[in-house]
């Protein structure tokens, strides 16, 4: 996150991290600090000391309201827009601890609210985003409809259901060799469009937030989400 009230150039690195890597090696519990020259390096800044001081204040000012906000919401249960922007955010891409420092809370706060709503949970280690992950009892259906917005457990985020492809359907397109997937797999499948968020910050087209690509899906590793509209939730815009 870039400093408030600093105006910050492409190259400079004022991440937080950076920032309190910064303020630490210049104050350091053992052994001789840095220079002020040598802390505008890692910062990758020019030479100059009241830029620098600014910087810090800057960051300083940032935590101490942190910490101000945290401080008034601790013990305070969730209200209905903190629920409603923590299933959205999450549903959306953005990770648990993200969601926590926007809110003001502890990522364990969020996390309770995605368990507790029944929002499918995007797996974490790099061997389980190789497989398909659970679905809560909630979200579980045998069929959904056109149009509909779901979670894919295979792909780990939302999809739009495109087309039933039910015999009726295959047997009524050129070139497809009709299979009945509910005789073989027990399950109806499904055509989706697997959405995914896009950086295109750098691009001719900086506009663009989201892409995504088509792939098919039995129902078994499809959620509904319908039940989370109850908390505010507007799908559409997720």
Not at 25 to 37: A, D, H, S, V, Y
Not at 151 to 163: C, D, F, G, L, P
Not at 200 to 208: A, N, W
């Amino acid at each position: 996150m870039a400093t408030r009230g600093i105006k910050k150039k492409a190259h400079e690195n004022l991440s937080d991290s950076n920032i309190r890597k910064v303020m630490t090696l210049l104050n350091p519990e053992e052994g001789t600090p840095i220079t002020k020259k040598e802390a505008c390096s890692i910062l990758n800044i020019a030479y100059n000391t009241t830029r620098l001081q600014r910087i810090f204040n800057d960051y300083q000012q940032r935590q101490d309201n942190i910490a101000r906000r945290k401080a008034a919401n601790r013990g305070r249960q969730a209200d209905t827009t903190e629920i409603r922007t923590a299933i959205t955010e999450y549903l959306a891409g953005d990770s648990v601890s993200e969601i926590a420092k926007g809110l003001f809370r502890s990522p364990s706060f969020v996390r309770s609210i995605i368990e507790r709503t029944g929002v499918p949970q995007r797996p974490t280690s790099k061997e389980d985003k190789q497989g398909i992950d659970y679905i809560p009892d909630s979200c579980v259906a045998d069929r959904f409809e056109v149009g509909e917005i779901v979670w894919s457990a295979k792909h780990h985020t939302t999809a739009v259901i495109k087309e039933e492809l039910s015999l009726e359907y295959q047997q009524s397109r050129k070139g497809i060799t009709p299979v009945d997937y509910e005789k073989k797999y027990g399950s109806k499948m499904y055509s989706i469009y697997v959405t995914e968020a896009v950086n295109s910050e750098d691009t001719f087209f900086p506009h663009i937030v989201s892409g995504g690509y088509f792939a098919v899906s039995p129902a078994y590793d499809l959620g509904k989400l319908s039940h989370l509209e109850k908390y505010g939730v507007d799908l559409n815009r997720v």
